[in-house]
């Protein structure tokens, strides 16, 4: 027993000792091949980031990202996964020209993560397929390339496999001919391939997805249509058992396919972005274990049967639903009647931009768990039901763009856990009064823009929230500027424009953080601000009453100089200050502003001259200074600049020549100031230029003839380019140094322009892009209008009035037709009204008063019926016809000459027939006897035509057998 006993303490002892071994190892560390392996994959990489550094040392088991075995001390793990790539593609966590074969060392890896990183587009090592012991290998968004090897078929204990790429034009895409290697994975539960193109000629999918081991399929981005749809599906026996299923962004079109139905396992469905389109089958409320339901982006019609909701039928555990922009009509669904569930879980509910109408029904409030309601670009009216106020857990609440009414619930009030309402865009009314904001501690942002609102809120309340974005534009609050705004101190977004609101800003905008700022189209007095938010990139305070200089001096007192002044701020991009009473000249320190694009300073009190910096802004594309008291030339850094794209200078006070370069130009309004000397010819070579109003100045010379060749002018489809921003290398996309722009900065601005057209000042928008002008009236240019001219059939407005033009209106003009507004009175033209004229169908307003011409006035659809027509020929005695009192045929004037000139010509005709009926008898008769008569005098002549008309005949008679045997053959 004894013995026995010995035994077992010696077998315990030797066991101790060989844990402690093991131990042992396991302090000393990682296997030296695999240790120099990482070292040499390491300095592979072309970028490394910071997290490499720690790759030091013997113990390649404490390196981070590396895991090893407890007891082996092998390595199973390599973890080097770009955690950052989400929010920054720039910041790759390691990035190299192609994954190094070094890594095969590690023979007993079965977990491998590269996701997020750069290998320049690089293929997929076909090593891969050596990791026998590989369970899980992500890839995703790692930037590879070219096509997926068919070694990773190898991988047959591989449960998941990411291999999804980002798809935009600057990333390569895989392009697969074969995934029949897919069907060896024979373990595998969880495959992404989103991105990835599958051919639906080459590649079989049928074999991978016939096994009940797939839980989880990931197929966006796949140009899938829907044959290729169904035949990967309809025949699979493991649709029971999927679980996950994202289809979004491909070709699918037509009904829902019918085999989603019997996928009884799906808990999460996305066939958004699709073309999809009839009705939203009932069928797929039975899915009692579906949690995620997105069906948005495609043109279904309506949900079968019933009511919007009413396809939730017995989802219960349903969580996110979406049918986001679909043409769905109907209502959303007045009784809850729809299903059985006690209870439901749904958190996330977006029916945004359908058309949906009736009222917001009183059930939505038993829906505890929400969190996101979003009905926005709807046509739901009536009021807000109160039941909204027991949604506890409300964090975000969409119902703009709709026909909303009545008052804002204070019951809003409750839900607080509230972080985002957009109520704008409908017809809400009444207070919005402390009560409703005085428990959303969570609030941070807030929209009640364009609805007639009143904010009844005390001067010193101080808001438990604090804002990163308000939105009360056109809200009508005719009040003083609302101090509690003052204490929002986390304001990145601020608009509260067209609100009839007073007051001073100047010892408010000290903030720091503020990204746009819109307080246009109110009654804001005091001096122009200075900023401390040196990330300031938009600034709207056009339309006010603001006074005093850009750029103040030291009389300015100690508040009116805390920050930064306009033209310093580093990040700005967009500055309107139009229509104030700003007054002095415009400082000339733009040199700071790299990113400004858009500047408008028109209709102030400026004075002075315009400085050389603004035309060395790198991104500017808009530059509009009108109706001011500028002085002196055009600075030729305007003139260079390769961005600037429309620019407005008019009715000011500049002198000199125009100049003639403006690369990019796509509009140049110079109306209404001092320019001497001709006009330009190089003005011609602008490719891009639609708009040219050089109206009201001292111009001299001819119109140049080459403005005929103007390519936007004359293309029957004008480029538009004149929305600057869209070909603005700024606004492609480089982000400002610190602060990026808001989403809707990116959108292209709705600037206000006017202009002369139709005999009247017209104020264009988003229009303007489409508007096609040449304006030269009101000068002293000489000579005829140019022919060439009639080539430009884009135009919409030509204005000539009010010069010394002579000669002719071109007889083309008809095929200016697109042609509205025509005004060439007070000139010297003579001749008679082109017949062509009659082919302006679009013609609006005419305007050919005083001048010399005479003759019929052309009748045609728009001539007899523009309007004035009385005035738009007067001051040309010589004109007769509709819609003219003097008819032409009682016109001695014009009747006399005409009578003369016929009885000329019938006293030519008198003498000159006989002579010309002589002449052609005489030609006849010779020309016939010298023929007839050699064939009768001689015999030999005669035989000889007829031997020639015989061989005619018998060659043309061989030729067409000859071709008829061919045919037949």
């Not at 936007?712 to 290398?729: G, I, L, R, T």
Request: hydrophobic share 35%.
């Amino acid at each position: 027993m004894l013995k026995l006993y010995n035994l077992t303490h010696l077998l315990l002892v030797l066991l101790n000792l060989g844990a402690l071994k093991v131990r042992v190892c396991f302090v000393i560390g990682c296997h030296e091949a695999e240790r120099e392996a990482l070292f040499k994959f390491k300095h592979s990489l072309s970028v490394v980031n910071s997290l490499l550094e720690s790759w030091e040392g013997k113990d390649c088991c404490q390196w981070e990202g590396v895991g090893c075995h407890n007891v082996t001390t092998y390595v199973n793990s390599l973890k080097l996964r770009n955690l950052n790539w989400d929010y920054d593609f720039n910041e790759m966590f390691i990035s190299a020209p192609t994954l190094d074969a070094s890594l095969l060392e590690l023979r007993h890896l079965n977990y491998l993560d590269l996701s997020g990183n750069d290998f320049q587009g690089s293929q997929i090592p076909g090593f891969l397929g050596s990791f026998k012991h590989l369970r899980y290998l992500n890839l995703s968004y790692s930037n590879f390339g070219g096509v997926v090897p068919s070694q990773l078929g190898n991988l047959t204990i591989l449960h998941t496999l990411n291999l999804s790429t980002s798809v935009s034009y600057f990333t390569p895409r895989f392009l697969s001919s074969n995934l029949y290697w897919v069907s060896t994975l024979v373990s595998l539960q969880y495959l992404n391939l989103d991105g990835i193109l599958i051919s639906p000629i080459r590649d079989s999918m049928y074999y991978s997805l016939n096994r009940p081991s797939l839980l989880g399929l990931g197929l966006s981005y796949c140009g899938l249509s829907t044959p290729h749809f169904l035949s990967l599906f309809s025949n699979s026996t493991c649709l029971s058992q999927i679980q996950q299923l994202d289809l979004s962004h491909n070709l699918l079109e037509g009904p829902l396919p019918h085999v989603i139905a019997n996928m009884t396992s799906l808990r999460y469905l996305s066939l958004a972005h699709n073309n999809l389109n009839g009705s939203i089958p009932l069928s797929l409320r039975n899915m009692r274990k579906r949690e995620h339901l997105d069906l948005s982006y495609n043109n279904f019609s309506r949900v079968e049967e019933g009511a919007v909701m009413g396809i939730l039928g017995n989802l219960c555990k349903l969580k996110t639903f979406s049918l986001s922009h679909n043409p769905i009509g109907g209502e959303i669904g007045t009784h809850r009647n729809f299903s059985n569930c006690s209870t439901y879980n749904l958190e996330i509910l977006q029916l945004r931009r359908n058309l949906i109408g009736s009222t917001l029904p009183y059930w939505l409030g038993d829906f505890k768990k929400l969190r996101m309601l979003d009905i926005s670009n709807n046509e739901i009216s009536g009021r807000i039901p109160l039941s909204i106020g027991s949604l506890s857990s409300l964090e975000e609440l969409d119902l703009s763009d709709n026909s909303l009414n009545g008052t804002i619930p204070e019951v809003l009030g409750q839900c607080k856990a509230l972080v985002s309402i957009d109520l704008s865009s409908n017809s809400l009314q009444g207070a919005v009064s402390e009560s409703h904001l005085s428990n959303l501690l969570r609030l941070n942002y807030l929209d009640l823009s364009f609805n007639p609102l009143d904010l009844n809120l005390t001067s010193n309340w101080s808001p438990p929230f604090q804002l990163g974005e308000l939105h009360m534009k056109s809200c009508k609050v005719q009040t003083q500027f609302p101090q509690w705004i003052t204490k929002q101190t986390n304001l990145t977004v601020l608009d509260l424009s067209d609100n009839s609101m007073s007051g001073t800003l100047v010892q408010w905008f000290p903030n720091n953080i503020l990204l746009e700022v819109n307080i246009s189209h109110n009654q804001i007095t005091g001096p122009v601000p200075y900023f401390s938010a040196l990330y300031l990139n938009s600034l709207d305070l056009s339309y006010n009453l603001l006074s005093g200089k850009l750029l103040h001096d030291g009389s300015s007192s100690k508040n009116d100089l805390v920050g930064t002044p306009l033209c310093q701020l580093p990040s700005l991009q967009f500055l309107d200050l139009q229509n104030n009473n700003i007054v002095g000249t415009i400082p000339d320190c733009w040199g700071s502003s790299d990113y400004l694009a858009y500047i408008n300073l028109s209709s102030n009190n400026l004075s002075g001259f315009i400085p050389m910096s603004m035309g060395l802004l790198p991104f500017l594309g808009f530059l509009k200074l009108s109706n001011n008291s500028l002085q002196g030339p055009i600075p030729p850094t305007l003139s260079t600049s390769s961005s600037l794209q429309i620019l407005d200078l008019g009715e000011n006070k500049l002198v000199g020549s125009i100049p003639s370069h403006y690369p990019s130009l796509e509009m140049l309004l110079l109306r209404g100031n001092q320019f001497v000397g001709a006009i330009p010819p190089i003005l011609c070579s602008l490719s891009k230029l639609q708009f040219l109003d050089l109206a009201h100045n001292n111009l001299t010379g001819s119109i140049p003839p080459c403005f005929g060749h103007l390519i936007s002018m004359k293309s029957s489809s004008p480029q538009h380019h004149n929305v600057f921003y869209a070909d603005n290398p700024f606004y492609a996309g480089p982000p400002i140094a610190a602060g990026e722009p808001s989403d809707s900065f990116t959108e292209p601005r709705e600037d206000s322009t006017t202009v002369v057209l139709k005999g009247a000042e017209l104020q264009y928008t988003t229009t303007l892009k489409f508007v096609v002008n040449l304006d030269l009236s009101c000068n002293a240019l000489t000579g005829s209008i140019p022919e060439e001219m009639t080539n430009l059939s884009s135009l919409i407005g030509l204005n000539l009035s009010n010069n010394h033009l002579t000669g002719n209106i071109p007889k083309k003009i008809g095929e200016m037709r697109l042609l509205e507004s025509l005004d060439l009175s007070n000139n010297n033209l003579s001749g008679t009204i082109p017949s062509s004229m009659s082919s302006l169908t679009s013609l609006i307003a005419l305007n050919l008063s005083y001048n010399k011409l005479h003759g019929q006035i052309p009748t045609g659809q728009q001539l007899q019926v523009i309007k004035d027509p009385l005035t738009s020929y007067v001051g040309n005695p010589g004109l007769c016809g509709d819609p003219l009192p003097n008819k032409c045929e009682t016109s001695p004037v014009q009747n006399q000459p005409q009578e003369e000139e016929e009885k000329k010509d019938d006293k030519k005709d008198n003498w000159e027939n006989p002579l010309f009926y002589f002449v052609i008898f005489s030609g006849f008769a010779t020309g016939f006897w010298v023929v007839v008569g050699s064939l009768l005098l001689k015999t030999r002549f005669r035989f000889a035509l007829f031997q020639l008309v015989d061989r005619i005949t018998d060659y043309f008679y061989v030729q067409v057998m000859v071709r008829i045997n061919r045919i037949r053959n």
